[in-house]
């Protein structure tokens, strides 16, 4: 209308900063609202949204980003893809972004926007691709199958649908070829250096709490030399055998250089009880030692036999060794595969603090523990699961 | 009275005489002394069923990432918009669309649903549509609108209509926003699809939101999600509607609309329009709208931006976007002219949701409903954990007070509570008000785990109280004595309660209602492999009273629950697993391949007969304060 004048467009921040509330310290939310005010100031860049000029600029944001994120330079990464962002709204920008969140280790944030991604580019099949992979990898198979076999049906023949589904209906997920292709790509950005040509994924281990240790099936060491270890986020170590626990099948492996833990890894005060849910954590086993994002599966925990517990948690036959999380996403112990013909079982972490000591994986200062969800367990499970990688 | 007093006593006055005038909101005359007053609106965009945070702010700033506010959550969203409110109580909370769809697995998995009740409790009053409401259809859209639940292949689906378990209404209460569709049309009535606008009334002067998507939708959207709609030019839609508006004595006149532009700039300035969004549709849209038109609340991009643009006549008006994913609100606030009924100024701000300010309170109610959702999101509710032979109810199936369903949960806490490290128990008890309605059926449920199979959400329904079992030493007499407080009004029990215990298998018992308190059961066996030891023999008299029997019952019913007070009495007390663990457990010995539960050959020590036997032939189960029906 007529009568409205003189507007005023405030340039404020987050709520939290009110202007009468005392504050004593600059919070992060200030430093933000600072810097967006002075962003404020600058003169207007190029008046067309889209222009080609722009558009250009949205690629090369892209391809700088992809770089820093193929050297795992995270927030270089995020942010070249979030300029990106604004300049376009496309599907391809939020893959980057959503594979960026991943190689950072925040898997619920990648699969909160990825199911945007996939949900609102639904001619770009990559984002239904990549979520459906996310889903799965975080132990919601059937959700993941049905994305993707509606994907399909929009996009009949489409060869990287095609061959997801594929990998998901086989239990043992690989990304390779096409499926490490961009924007997609479903694998993480891993580092190679030191690795020998011939390395293979040979199983999975649990990363122990100090970062500088690791415990890994005994039968999957090498008479002598190194082993590598690398986790979901890509990071490599080097390790060397540190001590043999053969009444565990377990060994217990130096780590050459620390990996990361997120925060303290909290064990179980006890061993979980046959029936309890549970989740198991671990990479598939594969000739090559590409990196890879680990596989959750959840089930009910098994029976008590004599020293040892059945697993119970359905699983396809393979090497084992990843770590295992009771309802509340504690640390419950470790996978181990049964014999031959015989169901896999699991070392509790009560045997694994009584051999290794109770720093191993202590138990939770407060002893109220309450459910989490399994997309939180998945997260943590990034840094403290495994690739073990052997020479072939 | 001081002036001050006066003063107040004046205005009170004048309030009171307003408050009369406007008495009918039909009538279009405002109080002449009335003075200018602020309304506030509080806007979002493109929520898409973001309950939980979408993570930090802020990639593209300086800022580093440790710092990075962590923003969004419906919890967080409803308690600053409370925080808003609080500061006008003439308020009103709109949206500019998607707010569904395309949405993490905590809403998509239930279609939606959650979004909508989650925003109903943020307090959203208009909405406009967005391409992604017609994501799935506009009967969706509609049933989304007016609630009940989601029919799929002509059943209620299963993931529908959780609010008995999420704690909200069941069936689906549909959205109590309105979503507006001023430009869709369903092409067989010419009808707008939902309403144009909504009117809210401040101190008698109306203000109108029209909603409205982006015309382009078709050709964003799946085409059996837009069948049998038309959608028309944005501005022509506004501007037709001015006249209608004009007529009911409306003046201030908002926008919804889901497009939007980008900033031109490479920093997250919230609070910024670098580029005037030039170029943009939403720019093109402003550009042509009628000068009545006082803002636009806008969405689509998914950028933010706080901008005046020019309309038709040059003037600039406010232009806003707050991003997505509940990261940000707009707060804007608008100064209207009681005289004229119109707006004379506004301001706007982008307001990051952020997570970690001391002031902000989440919402616990919002945070409920998230919390119960994301529960049922995980995978283990459909999961197969064994199978049954045929149905065993919750209900008692003869006059003896047998009861199958509890039979089974019985059973199968004496298994888990077997071996030397979980109790020694050789008996176990489960309290019949605790085995909840059905019990186990054998017809597969509307989840398709094949009829017979019982899924972890099954067994769930039944043991839902989650409760830990616990394994406690008795004496044969308090065995006895345990089994006579059964009776209402008997050795502690309740006088208006009969409350039958079920026996886990190979524990037998007579009871005779026809005699007195503490004289009512006899021949209580208890038959472990091919051994039966007599406990209590056909006169009633207890075997052995000292001997020590180690009896597994839940933690209510060691407690003292159901008025089983004998069983405090209980020593060497060992805490266990929870119930629904051990059930779980136990079925999955009785999952394909391996043989179906039966509650007749599955145990041997039951030796083809009831645990709980009667005297005399009535078939009524005795409850309340009845003793011998």
């Known amino acids: 209308m007529a009568c409205l004048a003189g507007l005023a467009v405030v340039g404020s921040g987050a709520l939290a900063g009110e202007p009468a509330k005392p504050a004593p ?11 967006m005010a002075q962003a404020g100031d600058k003169a207007a860049y190029d008046a067309q949204t889209a222009s080609p000029e722009r558009l250009k600029e949205r690629a090369d944001l892209l391809k700088t980003g992809e770089l820093a994120l193929s050297r795992r330079q995270v927030d270089k990464a995020l942010a070249d893809f979030d300029r990106a962002a604004m300049i376009l709204h496309a599907a391809d920008t939020e893959m980057a972004l959503v594979r960026g969140y991943m190689q950072g280790g925040e898997y619920r944030r990648a699969l909160a926007f990825g199911a945007h991604t996939a949900g609102a580019h639904l001619d770009v099949v990559g984002g239904a691709a990549l979520y459906a992979w996310l889903l799965h990898s975080g132990g919601q198979g059937e959700v993941a199958q049905r994305l993707i076999s509606q994907a399909l049906v929009r996009s009949a023949g489409q060869p990287l649908v095609a061959s997801v589904q594929q990998q998901l209906k086989s239990g043992q997920p690989r990304a390779a070829g096409a499926l490490l292709g961009l924007p997609a790509r479903l694998a993480p950005y891993g580092n190679a250096k030191g690795l020998p040509a011939n390395a293979r994924v040979a199983g999975s281990g649990v990363l122990l709490a100090s970062g500088t240790q690791a415990l890994v099936p005994l039968e999957l060491m090498p008479r002598s030399g190194p082993v590598w270890v690398r986790n979901g986020l890509g990071q490599l170590a080097r390790a060397r055998l540190s001590q043999r626990l053969p009444k565990l099948g377990l060994a217990l492996v130096q ?8 925060d303290t890894v909290w064990g179980a005060p006890g061993d979980a009880f046959p029936g309890s849910v549970g989740h198991a954590v671990e990479y598939v086993a594969v000739p090559d030692a590409t990196p890879a994002w680990p596989l959750l599966r959840t089930g009910f925990m098994g029976a008590a036999q004599g020293d040892s517990r059945l697993l119970g948690i359905d699983m396809p036959p393979g090497p084992r060794g990843g ?5 509340a996403g504690l640390l419950s112990g470790l996978a181990r595969p049964g014999k031959p013909g015989q169901p896999d079982q699991w070392v509790t972490v009560r045997q694994l603090r009584k051999a290794l000591g109770k720093q191993v994986a202590p138990p939770p200062p407060t002893g109220e523990v309450t459910p989490t969800s399994m997309d939180k367990i998945y997260e943590s499970s990034l840094r403290l699961t495994l690739q073990l990688m052997t020479p072939r | 009275m001081n002036k001050t007093l006066i003063a107040a006593a004046a205005a009170s006055l004048l309030t009171a005489s307003f408050l009369a005038a406007c008495g009918s909101s039909d009538d279009p005359t405002p109080p002449v002394a009335m003075p200018a007053f602020t309304v506030k609106v509080i806007g979002f965009n493109d929520y898409h069923g973001n309950l939980e945070s979408p993570g930090t702010f802020g990639e593209s700033t300086a800022v580093p990432a440790a710092s990075r506010p962590a923003v969004g959550g419906a919890e967080f969203m ?34 939606d649903e959650p979004s909508v009740e989650t925003l109903n409790r943020i307090g959203v009053e208009f909405t406009s549509v967005g391409n992604h409401e017609f994501d ?10 007016n609630g009940g639940c989601k029919v799929t292949n002509g059943q209620p689906d299963p993931n529908s209509c959780k609010g008995a378990i999420v704690g909200t209404p069941v069936p689906f209460e549909g959205a109590r926003f309105k979503w507006l569709s001023a430009n869709v049309l369903a092409t067989a009535t010419g009808k707008t699809l939902l309403p144009a606008y909504g009117i809210k009334t401040f101190n008698g002067v109306k203000v109108a939101f029209i909603g409205m998507t982006l015309k382009a939708t078709p050709s964003i959207v799946t085409p059996t999600g837009v069948a049998g709609l038309e959608f028309r030019d944005e501005a022509q839609t506004v501007n037709a509607l001015i006249p209608e508006l004009r007529a009911q004595g409306i003046e201030s006149i908002v926008v919804l609309v889901h497009e939007g532009g980008f900033q031109t700039g490479l920093l997250s300035d919230i609070n910024g329009c670098e580029g005037q969004l030039a170029g943009s549709a939403i720019a093109s849209i402003v550009s042509q709208l009628d000068d009545a038109v006082d803002a636009v609340v806008s969405g689509h991009t998914h950028a933010a931006y706080n901008c005046k643009l020019p309309n038709a006549k040059g003037r600039s008006i406010p232009v806003t976007s707050s991003s997505a994913f509940g990261r940000v609100l707009t707060d804007i606030d608008l100064t209207l002219d009681p005289a004229t009924r119109n707006v004379t100024a506004a301001t706007a701000t982008n307001r990051l949701v952020v997570r ?20 049922l999101v995980s995978p283990i509710a459909g999961m197969v954990i064994g199978s049954i032979s045929t149905e065993l109810p919750s209900s008692r199936v003869d006059g003896a007070c047998n009861m199958s369903a509890g039979n089974l949960i019985a059973d ?7 071996p030397a490290s979980f109790g020694s128990a050789v008996i176990a008890f489960m309290n019949g008000g605790g085995v909840r309605s059905p019990g186990f059926t054998f017809a597969s449920s509307a989840a398709g785990e094949g009829a017979g199979n019982v899924t972890y959400g099954e067994a769930f329904t039944v043991q839902p109280f989650g409760n830990s079992l616990v394994t406690l030493s008795l004496t044969a007499k308090d065995l006895k004595d345990f089994l006579e407080e059964q009776f209402a009004g008997c050795l502690g029990q309740s006088a208006t309660a009969t409350r039958f215990a079920l026996p886990s298998a190979g524990f037998k018992y007579t009871w005779d209602g026809a005699k007195a308190c503490g004289a009512r059961i006899s021949h209580v066996t208890l038959r472990t492999g091919s051994t039966t030891e007599t406990l209590v023999d056909a006169s009633g008299v207890v075997a052995n009273p000292t001997k020590s029997y180690r009896v597994t019952v839940n933690n209510f019913m060691a407690d003292g629950g159901d008025g089983y007070s004998t069983l405090l009495k209980g020593t060497n007390r060992l805490g266990g697993a929870q119930d629904i663990d051990a059930l779980t457990a136990y079925m999955t010995g009785f999952k394909a391949p391996k043989a179906a539960y039966s509650p007749t050959t599955s145990n041997a020590t039951d030796a083809g007969t009831p645990r709980i036997n009667r005297v005399g032939a009535s078939t009524t189960c005795p409850s309340g304060a009845a003793v011998n029906p």
């Open chain 2, 412 to 418: 199968s806490q004496l298994a888990a509570t077997q």
């Open chain 2, 136 to 145: 799935k259809g506009s009967a969706e859209l509609l049933r989304l609108q």
């Open chain 1, 323 to 327: 770590p295992v999380f009771d309802a």
């Open chain 1, 25 to 35: 310290a600059v919070t992060s939310n200030e430093r933000l609202r600072r810097l």
């Open chain 1, 255 to 262: 780590l050459q250089t620390a990996l990361p833990v997120a």
């Open chain 2, 356 to 375: 970690n300010d001391p002031a902000i309170t989440p919402d616990g109610a919002v945070a409920k409903i998230v919390s119960a959702y994301k529960a």
């Open chain 2, 78 to 111: 409803a308690a600053h918009v409370a925080s808003l409110k609080a500061k006008n109580p003439l308020n009103v909370v709109v949206g500019a669309g998607d707010f569904i769809g395309a949405s993490p697995l905590i809403s998509s998995l239930f279609f």
